[in-house]
């Protein structure tokens, strides 16, 4: 199956995390993946408008939000749980594949979303504050990407909605083969207590929240926008995604300096601009494949930088999740909004407005730690004299 591809790759990879995680972030993605294409295929097979088919992809994200939120507080990342989030998205997609509503499928969306938030809780506790972890678990997403874009757009040409969704199942049950990975008890954290975030890391996250928010907004209807606006046919747009995610993966494995965080932003916000607003096809692509190369340089720098200004790190790995997709629940609802006015171009200005004011909050946090460390260097510097002169 075309599916498996990324994960022979991320087997020939070596990576540093449990392949049981990266597999489950894996499979994840691919139901991830599957919702800009879905969106005009669920409009017509349950004859709703687009903006409400996003309903769909919203109540899912409130089942990440809530499984991430919930994991990072009162679950321990062991077998059991991991099991039970598996099971929660196969019987979510199979259920999905037979709904005789569009209220059968919103619900059973928002199940899957609680299976997509425990897995990608579980997988991010385990790379939190660790360079090299981090960049193993984020190239997942472009990876799969890569094949399951287009992978999805031929399948619901061919097969359609409800098949694509009996694929689903069977590829989110997959983790299911790799539950002796997992171990049964959290030998590290038995009796964990949570503590509290210091300032420095709720800004990160309030900035991550509306990073997400503004450029769901925009992303989420891009194959909509591709298709019907600018007249690329299915394929082209799908070809584009894969380019999305093709660009992605050197940034995201990369290891070294990647500089402010913010800064990627700033220029993810114009991506968004250029999708929503220009009309011209080329402009389209460079926006779309561009976004995920800029995109992922700036996930692991925030993530780094949350970890370098938190107390406890793998205790802000839910955090970020949640907030990232709190972000993306309202983000479909206020570009769905925008999106019907027929007004892509107020689209384009409010999503690249509210992802530069996230992006600005970073640079403000990038720009606390570079005084701190200027204080530092003069504190040193000044002491270092002082010893001198007394040794003189």
């Known amino acids: 199956m075309s599916f498996q591809a990324p994960l022979r790759l991320l087997a020939a990879a070596k990576p540093t995390v449990p392949a049981a995680l990266l597999v489950a972030i894996a499979t994840s993605t691919a139901v991830f993946a599957a919702t800009p294409f879905l969106l005009p295929a669920v409009a017509d097979e349950f004859g709703v408008a687009i903006g409400t088919a ?76 660790d360079v090299e972890k981090t960049g193993d678990v984020a190239v997942v ?20 909605l409800r098949w694509l969704y009996l ?19 959290d030998h590290l954290r038995p009796h964990r207590t949570r503590h509290a975030a210091t300032r420095a890391a709720r800004v990160i996250l309030l900035a991550l929240g509306a990073i997400t928010l503004g450029g769901s907004s925009v992303f989420v209807y891009a194959a909509a926008i591709g298709e019907n606006l600018d007249g690329l046919s299915p394929v082209t747009v799908s070809l584009l995604f894969s ?16 500089g402010p965080a913010g ?33 992922f ?17 793998e205790e802000r790995a839910g955090d970020a999740q949640a907030m990232m997709a709190l972000g993306r629940v309202f983000g479909p609802l206020m570009g769905g909004a925008l999106y019907a006015t027929g007004s892509t171009g107020t689209l384009g200005i409010v999503s690249a407005s509210v992802m530069t004011f996230g992006a600005c909050l970073l640079l403000y946090v990038d720009r606390q730690r570079f005084v701190v460390v200027r204080q530092f260097g003069t504190w040193a510097a000044k002491r270092s004299s002082i010893d001198t002169a007394q040794h003189a």
């Open 243 to 258: 380019g999305n995610a093709l660009a992605s993966i050197p940034s995201a494995r990369w290891n070294g300096r990647r």
């Open 263 to 295: 800064v990627w932003f700033l220029v993810t916000a114009c991506c968004a601009l250029m999708i929503a607003i220009s009309r011209n096809s080329v402009v389209f692509a460079t926006g779309l494949v561009g976004w995920g190369f800029v995109f």
């Open 167 to 185: 694929i689903l199942a069977i590829v989110t049950a997959l983790p299911l083969l790799f539950t002796g990975q997992v171990p049964r008890v």
């Open 54 to 129: 996003g309903l769909m992809s919203t109540t899912q994200l409130g089942g990440f939000v809530i499984a991430s939120w919930v994991g990072g507080r009162f679950l321990r990342p062991v077998r059991v749980v991991f099991v039970i989030g598996t099971l929660l998205g196969a019987m979510a997609n199979l259920g999905s594949a037979i709904a005789p509503t569009f209220e059968m499928l919103a619900a059973l969306r928002f199940v899957s979303g609680l299976s997509l938030g425990l897995a990608a809780w579980i997988a991010w506790q385990a790379a939190f504050g």
């Open 141 to 160: 997403g472009p990876l799969v990407g890569v094949v399951v874009s287009p992978l999805i757009a031929i399948l619901l040409q061919t097969a359609g």
């Open 297 to 313: 340089l700036g996930i692991p720098a925030a993530f780094s930088l949350l970890a370098g200004r938190s107390n406890f790190p």
